[in-house]
């Protein structure tokens, strides 16, 4: 088991910038890549950023590249979201995801990130 906690979400203003933490714990040992979600109000949730055990290979959607940062610290067990130049299409619950060896997944229970002047 994986239990996945987020933090550091809140209100922004348009071009601002929050760092988002997901910090892991348990078998965090059985992880092979984190990834970000997001779901905005009405709308279904969607890939944001994802980073890879092995390699270091990280992704992002279209939508936050050159924004976005993922990132990690293995000794902290933690991954982070650096967000930049946010805009209000960014409001969204922002959730963290591990998959495991197994192709399992494990959610957190989200932050909400609120874009708005």
């Known amino acids: 088991q994986v239990q996945l906690v987020e933090s550091g979400g809140g209100l922004v203003h348009p071009g601002g910038s929050l760092s988002l933490s997901c910090a892991a714990s348990?078998?965090?040992?059985?992880?092979?890549?984190v990834g970000w979600y997001r779901q905005a109000p009405g709308k279904e949730r969607e890939f944001v950023a994802r980073?890879?055990?092995?390699?270091?290979?990280?992704t992002y959607a279209e939508s936050v590249k050159g924004r976005f940062t993922i990132s990690r610290d293995i000794a902290k067990n933690t991954v982070y979201l650096q967000m930049n130049s946010l805009k209000p299409e960014d409001t969204a619950v922002y959730y963290c995801?591990?998959?495991?060896?197994?192709?399992?997944?494990?959610w957190g229970k989200g932050t909400l990130v609120t874009v708005s002047s």
């Open positions: 348990g078998s965090v040992f059985s992880i092979n890549a």
């Open positions: 980073i890879i055990r092995v390699g270091d290979t990280r």
């Open positions: 995801n591990a998959e495991n060896k197994a192709s399992m997944n494990y």
